[in-house]
């Protein structure tokens, strides 16, 4: 029996491996997405019940069967609303994308921006020893953290982050989360480590910029009360007493992405498609 190897590559074949890649793209992003939230703890329930369901009716058991089969079938409904938060921030991800026609601005020059604000406010708290906490958000989510503190929604400017973080100001004690290029909340709070390796001068702000490195990805800079040096830490690591070269450095490396010279492969495809489109008219 001779097989056509031609014939695993037809159209269909190539719309069926486009298709499966997009399902695992879109389960990877919403993983992602999930990452970090209480949703990781729903997911686990959930599929705990998908393995029972699994096991029941594989021996059999008809009465366990259909009521998590029950369970099952109104879940749809339950995931809506228990998901709630998740599925809006995707959806302002989606709306915020440069193919609706949202923010001009591109990820290369907001996240410079950002860097620069950043700095402005490090620069003029270190010199005058005010104390701060800024956590920025990576891949895992910061959900949990971001509920403790207080909303902000706004945007990234030096002034503010100075402002936040002068003593005696009902935001100063805690930390301010930024998301998404935004500054989410002020005075969160975030889980404190209990590793003996960091030193015993540095205290509680950098025992939290720690603590979250260990559950999260998120990059955290500290700026110490009693010194004005400057800490950066992330993934269980941190970095003490940094120049301004060294953190700038750093920021940049880790935020801000490289400028792009062209539109993407999604990009380019879209173009096509749309000039084929219009040449067709």
Avoid: C
């Avoid at 369901?53 to 259909?66: P, V």
């Avoid at 030096?158 to 998404?180: E, M, Y």
């Avoid at 889980?191 to 603590?211: E, F, Q, Y």
């Amino acid at each position: 029996m001779n097989l056509n190897i031609a014939s695993l590559f037809t159209w269909q074949n190539l719309m069926n491996l486009i298709d499966i890649l997009i399902v695992w793209y879109i389960i990877y992003r919403l993983i992602l997405l999930a990452r970090g939230t209480k949703a990781v703890q729903l997911l686990k329930g959930i599929s705990l019940i998908i393995i029972i369901r699994i096991i029941a009716g594989f021996l059999n058991l008809h009465t366990l069967t259909y009521f998590v089969d029950q369970i099952l079938s109104w879940s749809v409904i339950g995931i809506i609303v228990i998901f709630q938060p998740e599925i809006r921030r995707g959806l302002e991800h989606l709306g915020r994308s440069s193919i609706f026609g949202g923010n001009t601005m591109s990820a290369h020059d907001s996240s410079e921006k950002m860097v620069e604000e950043l700095d402005k406010a490090i620069q003029y708290m270190s010199k005058r020893r005010i104390g701060a906490l800024i956590t920025i958000q990576q891949n895992t989510g910061l959900e949990d953290y971001i509920e403790t503190g207080i909303p902000l929604d706004a945007d990234i400017s030096g002034a503010l982050l100075i402002n936040i973080f002068i003593p005696n100001t009902p935001l100063h004690d805690g930390a301010v989360i930024i998301r998404d290029n935004k500054i989410a909340v002020a005075a969160a709070y975030l889980p404190l480590s209990d590793n003996r390796a960091i030193p015993k001068n540095l205290g509680t702000r950098h025992r939290a910029a720690v603590g979250i490195s260990e559950v999260t990805d998120a990059i955290t800079i500290v700026v110490s009360e009693e010194t004005g040096g400057v800490t950066i830490t992330r993934n269980s690591q941190f970095m003490v007493d940094l120049t301004r070269e060294e953190y700038l450095k750093y920021l940049r490396a880790q935020l801000v992405p490289v400028e792009d010279k062209g539109p993407n492969w999604f990009q380019k495809i879209i173009n096509k498609v749309w000039n084929w489109g219009s040449n067709k008219k």
